[in-house]
Antibody, heavy 120, light 107 residues
């Protein structure tokens, strides 16, 4: 059974950076697209971008271009989200989510979420 | 970006009722539409993909339909465990986008 286990909660200052990890187990890692989806309090999910480790290719939502970097370490089956220049409205739960294909379609598996709080 | 608009934003129904939630896309997305259920404190859970295909293990009282720009998810005979927020999600083109959600409550 595929499991995605994320790193713990973080409290960050405005202007700083945060790096969230997502370790996969129970299935092939490189072949499937992994996305990062965030959810602000009381809001719907928001796709930030993703990576296909097999190809090393990334896609980002325009909204986050220049602030976000998604990487993957195939040796540890871990994906990372690096978000820079944090703002108050970046406070959200950040989820990693995986498809069962090399493209971005449906999210069959989700991590448990990592709460990032931006506070002064 | 493709905008996904759900209606209603909230819904109150009784156990045993038939419930329908609508999702409208800002342009034709073929059938590249998924539905998720999210309970408080949990990640979204995939229910239906490709507009009408039920994920394995999801109760048959759930069904999805639609194509192009108009989609629906229907729950036949609402059960107490169906209380949650429901989201649609398109994957016709990047960025992937979600609806704003429909909160379902028991009357």
């Amino acid at each position: 059974q595929v499991q995605l286990v994320q790193s713990g909660a973080e409290v960050k200052r405005p202007g700083s950076s945060v790096k969230v990890s997502c370790q996969a187990s129970g299935g092939a890692f490189s072949s499937y697209a992994i996305s990062w989806v965030r959810q602000a309090p009381g809001q719907g999910p928001e796709w930030m971008g993703g990576i296909i480790p097999l190809f090393g290719s990334t896609n980002y939502a325009q909204k986050f271009q220049g602030r976000v970097t998604i990487t993957a370490d195939e040796s540890t089956s871990t994906a990372y989200l690096d978000l820079k220049r944090l703002r108050f409205d970046d406070t959200a739960i950040y989820y990693c989510a995986r498809t069962q294909h090399t493209g971005y379609d449906r999210f069959d598996y989700w991590g448990q979420g990592s709460l990032v709080t931006v506070s002064s | 970006d493709i905008q996904m608009t759900q209606s209603p934003s909230s819904l109150s129904a009784s156990v045993g009722d038939r419930v329908t939630i609508t999702c409208q896309a800002s342009r034709d997305i073929n059938n590249y539409l998924n539905w998720y259920q999210q309970k408080p404190g949990k990640a979204p859970n995939l229910l239906i993909y490709d507009a009408s295909t039920l994920k394995t293990g999801v109760p048959s009282r759930f069904s999805g339909s639609g194509s192009g720009t108009h989609f629906t998810i229907t729950i036949n005979s609402l059960q107490p465990e169906d209380i949650a927020t429901y989201y649609c999600q398109q994957y016709d083109s990047l960025p992937i986008t979600f609806g704003q959600g429909t909160r379902l409550e028991i009357k």
